[in-house]
T-cell receptor
Framework: GAVVSQHPSWVICKSGTSVKIECRSL??????MFWYRQFPKQSLMLMAT?????????EQGVEKDKFLINHASLTLSTLTVTSAHPEDSSFYIC??????????????FGNGTRLTVT | DAKTTQPPSMDCAEGRAANLPCNHS???????VYWYRQIHSQGPQYIIH???NNETNEMASLIITEDRKSSTLILPHATLRDTAVYYC??????????????FGKGTKLSVKP
């Protein structure tokens, strides 16, 4: 079945450094991927929509210069957290749709990346 | 967006059916109802979705009322591994949506031995 893979599954970095998270669709092509963030005991919040070959669309309140998204191929989207600070510590999750009609086919999620900024 | 309302928590005995309700009274005629679950520290897992007819797969059944204003997810024989937060989501089809999912708070289902 459809599989979305994220790497790394967890990362610890120092404040001020940048971290890159990869999201791959393993057995299908995804022109659109979605990036979510989840803080402890809260629900998932959509950060941005990643479109292959074009600029990402960011949700209100999400800084595009801080969360850089690159969707360079149909199977890979990357999220780079630049100049990370402790408040960026969170669970980052990507998702992609296998294909077909947008509203009648499910999004598949990766297993998330736990980012801890010290 | 068509918003959904779910109870914050539910308990279920192991081996019994778990019936999780969801209200979506503002749903539009062409909007689908999706169910996902999230086990602690993992990404959400797709369960099932439907438009107006009842649906069944290997994981669960989805019962949608005739007026489509509410639905129920049924796990026929709950196991301890079904303990998770269950999200009922109506996928928006308006405003240039690309089919992203807006997550509410969901229902925390606790399956007890």
């Amino acid at each position: 079945g459809a599989v979305v893979s994220q790497h790394p599954s967890w990362v610890i970095c120092k404040s001020g450094t940048s971290v890159k998270i990869e999201c791959r669709s393993l057995d299908f092509q995804a022109t659109t991927m979605f990036w979510y963030r989840q803080f402890p005991k809260q629900s998932l919040m959509l950060m941005a929509t990643s479109n292959e070959g074009s600029k990402a669309t960011y949700e209100q309140g999400v800084e595009k210069d801080k969360f850089l998204i690159n969707h360079a191929s149909l199977t890979l989207s990357t999220l780079t957290v630049t100049s990370a600070h402790p408040e960026d510590s969170s669970f980052y999750i990507c998702s992609a749709r296998m294909g077909g009609e947008v509203y009648n086919s499910p999004l598949h999620f990766g297993n998330g990346t736990r980012l801890t900024v010290t | 967006d068509a918003k959904t309302t779910q109870p914050p928590s539910m308990d279920c005995a192991e081996g019994r059916a778990a019936n999780l309700p969801c209200n979506h009274s503002t749903i539009s005629g062409n909007e689908y109802v999706y169910w996902y679950r999230q086990i602690h520290s993992q990404g959400p897992q797709y369960i099932i979705h439907g438009l107006k007819n009842n649906e069944t797969n290997e994981m669960a059944s989805l019962i949608i009322t005739e007026d489509r204003k509410s639905s129920t997810l049924i796990l026929p024989h709950a196991t301890l591994r079904d303990t998770a937060v269950y999200y009922c989501i109506v996928i928006t089809v308006y405003g240039g949506s690309q089919g992203n999912l807006i997550f509410g708070k969901g229902t925390k289902l606790s399956v007890k031995p």
